[in-house]
């Protein structure tokens, strides 16, 4: 049998070849890079405040409750569903709840659609450069509550999560009881909320009624916090970036 004879001519690619190579190669990368850039703008337009412009509660027929267990209760007489939020005063992915869907949420408390059962909780004290900064948060909310209307325990609130009053967790400070008493009167609360919250007289309120909020967070099968219930159903708030819109 003949053998065949193996060549020992070294292939040389052709420039035209090389020529190829880098043109597709250029076109691949700058198809990667182009995928990139809509993942990355289509990430942040899904991030974005959704009925931005709208603001906090304003119709004056919504009314503010207090069921009890420190639950703080904003809905208008007849409200057709009811929505329970879970929050801590420093957790982040509750400050990126409150920034996507607040003002969506102001609106659909304004027009009558949904009540909303505001449940505040410390689990993030520890995470805290004070030590405490959540249940004097929570404690601050009480003492709004307590004394004011629900257009101003909406603004108020809406500040508390705001990226730029929120304090970071795990960062170097916080915010004092004067900040956040500073934060009430800037949102309408007068002089009695003011001092009840740099005296901490809901301190002591705000640790039982968050140890009660944990037990029912648990109970209500949401993982953590922000823990999000419409009708008593357990939904995706950050997820499902529709969830709001699509209660009528």
Not at 51 to 77: C, F, H, I, M, W
Request: net charge negative.
């Amino acid at each position: 049998m003949s053998q065949k004879k193996i060549s020992s001519t070294k292939h040389t690619p052709q420039a035209t070849s090389n020529t190829v190579t880098y043109v597709l190669g250029g076109i691949a990368f700058l198809v990667v890079v182009v995928v990139i850039v809509v993942a990355i703008r289509w990430q942040s337009g899904s991030d974005a405040p959704r009925n931005d412009g709208y603001g906090t509660v304003k119709n004056p027929e919504v009314e503010l409750s207090l069921p009890g267990d420190g639950v703080v209760q904003l809905a208008r007489p007849g409200a057709q569903h009811v929505i329970d939020v879970f929050e801590d005063p420093m957790c982040p992915f509750c400050g990126d709840l409150e920034v996507k869907h607040g003002q969506e949420l102001a609106q659909k408390i304004d027009d009558g659609v949904v009540g909303v059962n505001y449940h505040l909780v410390n689990f993030l004290d520890g995470r805290s450069a004070s030590g405490d900064y959540s249940t004097r948060a929570v404690a601050a909310s009480h003492c709004v509550a307590a004394s004011e209307n629900a257009r101003v325990y909406s603004a108020f609130h809406a500040g508390l999560f705001d990226p730029e009053f929120r304090p970071e967790e795990g960062g170097d400070s916080d915010r004092s009881d004067a900040d956040l008493a500073d934060l009430a009167r800037t949102n309408g609360a007068g002089d009695p909320t003011e001092e009840c919250i740099v005296s901490g007289a809901q301190r002591d309120a705000a640790i039982a009624d968050s140890n009660t909020g944990r037990e029912a967070l648990a109970a209500s099968g949401a993982r953590g916090t922000p823990g999000v219930l419409v009708d008593g159903q357990v939904i995706d708030a950050l997820g499902d970036s529709e969830w709001l819109a699509n209660i009528n």
